[in-house]
Structures are given as structure tokens and as C-alpha cells.
């Protein structure tokens, strides 16, 4: 299988914050001098701040390059898994942990369980995501005049942080037989935009949107009789 020109997924493992964010409206100044002279960290304890967290993305997501500056801050915060799993909970079921739902950003910990597939879909807009625990393995699908293909592949681990474009189009599965766990940030109103998704066996294109992707972790958990947070 050829693989794409260039992958696409770009990704950073064990990154330091570097870069600027914006503390208001108005000032700017490097990320490294903010974080250690104006107020704690969101991460490296033994336990995420995920307000502090969410906010820091806010800041971030105000970058002309929001998404490599959000990354960022993704890429510090699954750098200590642990304090990650802390905050957030050792995934039990399928489901989508909403942070921040709003319509330039959206946050959530998306947990998979063991062995789950979701079909190819799109999202239409930029994503990044970092993994907190277990492994998340995508395939690429580009569009082609017969409909979708598979183009290439990634297998993120613990402390990946990847970033996807707004073009992308992938298929997740989780190849453990344990959960997985993986913050998932989107440039945009990730419920609210009615996207695409592919029937994993025709290939055929269907309408998609948050409500059609909690429908599938749901019904997730009602096959492995699995309560739903999602
Ligand atoms: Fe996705």
C-alpha cells in the first residue's frame, strides 16, 4: 500500500511548550516565560488542572498557527499520562468526555474500548490528538474517483500528540484488549457540523455528525453491556 507524500499526521512525542500564546487580548509573549512567571502550569502534577488545561488550548487556539499552538499544549499534557489519567478517569466504556464544546474549539476525551473500530469519517475541520493511555491505530482514506481508498497509516501510542489537517479522512481502532484513552481536540464545532462518514464494508458515503458518533459509542456499550457517559 502507497503510502501519501506526506504523512498526515504531523506529530511531536515528549515536546516542551515552546512558542507564544496570548495571556489577553492584547499581549503576547513566549509560552516558556508565561507558564513559569505568571501562574502554575496546567500540567506536570500529579493530577491535570483540565480547567487550567482547557483554558490554556483557549489561549493557544488564538495563534495564527492555532493548531500547532494547541498541539502544544496537547503534546505537555499527555507528556505525564499519569496526571492525565488522574483528572480524567481510567476509561471503562466507549465514550466522549466533552471539556469544551463551542464553535471555534472543541475538547473531549474520547475513550475506546477494547478492540472498537470507527468507520472512516471526516471532520472538516483541524484535529489533534493525544493519547493517555493505550494506542489508537488510524488508516488514511483520500477520496478518489470511486469513492474512498486507504492511503496510508499511523499508530499512535501513550504521550503521541498528532495533528490531522481539515481534509483528513480516517479510520480509528483501538488494537488492545484494554481501553483506550485520547484527548481529542478539534478546530470547531465538532457536534454541530454535519460531516461525512464511509460504511466500513460498501465504502458508501453517509451524512455524520456528533449526534451519529454518540450514537456509535452508545451502542458500543449496549453490546458489551457497558453503562454510557457519552
Ligand atoms: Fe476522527
Given amino acids: 500500500m502507497a503510502r501519501p507524500e506526506k504523512p498526515r ?3 511531536k512525542r515528549r515536546t516542551v511548550i515552546a512558542g507564544v500564546a496570548a495571556i489577553s487580548s492584547q499581549v503576547i509573549m513566549p509560552i516558556a516565560t508565561y507558564a513559569t ?23 493557544a487556539n488564538q495563534e495564527s498557527d492555532a493548531q500547532a499552538a494547541v498541539r502544544e499544549v496537547l503534546a ?13 478517569g481510567e476509561p471503562e466504556n466507549a465514550g466522549l468526555n466533552v471539556l469544551l464544546s463551542s464553535s471555534t474549539l472543541t475538547i473531549f476525551a474520547a475513550t475506546w474500548t477494547p478492540q472498537m473500530n470507527l468507520m472512516p469519517h471526516d471532520h472538516l475541520m483541524w484535529a489533534n490528538i493525544g493519547i493517555y493511555t493505550g494506542r489508537e491505530d488510524n488508516i488514511f482514506w483520500e477520496r478518489s474517483a470511486d469513492g474512498i481508498k486507504a492511503s496510508g497509516a499511523e499508530a499512535l501510542f501513550v504521550r503521541d500528540a498528532a495533528s490531522l489537517p481539515e481534509d483528513a479522512i480516517h479510520s480509528v481502532t483501538n488494537p488492545l484488549l484494554r481501553f483506550t484513552g485520547g484527548i481529542h481536540i478539534y478546530g470547531g464545532d ?23 458518533i454518540r450514537g456509535i459509542f452508545q451502542r458500543e456499550n449496549e453490546r458489551l453491556g457497558l453503562g454510557s457517559n457519552s
Fill in 9 to 11: 499526521f504531523s506529530r
Fill in 37 to 59: 512567571t505568571k501562574r502554575p502550569t496546567s500540567v506536570g502534577r500529579e493530577k491535570m488542572d483540565v480547567d487550567r488545561f482547557v483554558e490554556d488550548c483557549l489561549i
Fill in 76 to 88: 505537555k499534557a499527555v507528556s505525564t499520562p499519569n496526571a492525565v489519567i488522574s483528572a480524567l
Fill in 190 to 212: 465538532f457536534f454541530d457540523t454535519t460531516r461525512s462518514q464511509w460504511n466500513p464494508e460498501t465504502l458508501e458515503e453517509e451524512p455524520s455528525d456528533g449526534a451519529v
